[in-house]
């Protein structure tokens, strides 16, 4: 399957899992909320283009708000997340080890530790500023990093899950062209 095909598949399922399985949750606890959708940005190819990686992002967040009711309230963590995330993998894999030609971020071609720090950052800054979006106010701040907290807890564990049903392949970039 090309990788264009593959990705469009991924944000299908990955909007449809948020929607109809994950938003339908019972909220667990006032401070947990379940989100795995952001998943899709984290999995994009290392060599996508900057600006097209933007573009994707805020196209899948502002899909999910239109079927959550909440204009721009996903598409700016997803926007930010993206806008971050080539910083942030420059930052964790060494620009030796960056000519390991593997086309996507995984725990096959960055390694167990690096890949769960580049997630972990990740889920938080678009945990956090979701969470600072929808509540507007920093009246009590230890209630605002307890909902961060926990739901970026509660989201590793489902990129966990999600890692482990979904098996993706470690393919290699080729230099020809």
Excluded at 24 to 40: M, S
Excluded at 77 to 90: D, E, G, H, Q, T
Excluded at 131 to 151: R, T
Aim: net charge positive.
């Amino acid at each position: 399957m090309s990788n264009l095909l593959k990705n469009i598949a991924r944000f299908i399922l990955f909007i449809l899992i948020q929607v109809f399985i994950l938003n339908r949750v019972p909220p667990l606890h006032q401070f947990i909320v379940p989100y795995l959708y952001f998943l899709f940005i984290l999995w994009l190819p290392f060599t996508i283009n900057r600006v097209l990686l933007l573009g994707i992002a805020f196209t899948f967040g502002l899909t999910l708000d239109y079927f959550t009711g909440t204009l721009g309230l996903h598409a700016a963590p997803c926007v930010l997340i993206a806008y971050l995330r080539p910083f942030i993998l420059n930052f964790i894999i060494r620009q030796e080890s960056n000519e390991i030609s593997y086309n996507e971020p995984s725990i096959k071609s960055m390694g167990f530790t690096l890949y769960a720090l580049y997630v972990a950052l990740l889920t938080f800054i678009h945990h956090f500023y979701l969470v600072v979006i929808e509540w507007l106010q920093f009246g009590d701040i230890l209630y605002l990093l307890g909902k961060v907290l926990a739901s970026t807890a509660v989201s590793l564990l489902l990129i966990g899950i999600a890692e482990m049903l979904m098996y993706r392949k470690g393919t290699f970039r080729t230099n020809a062209g």
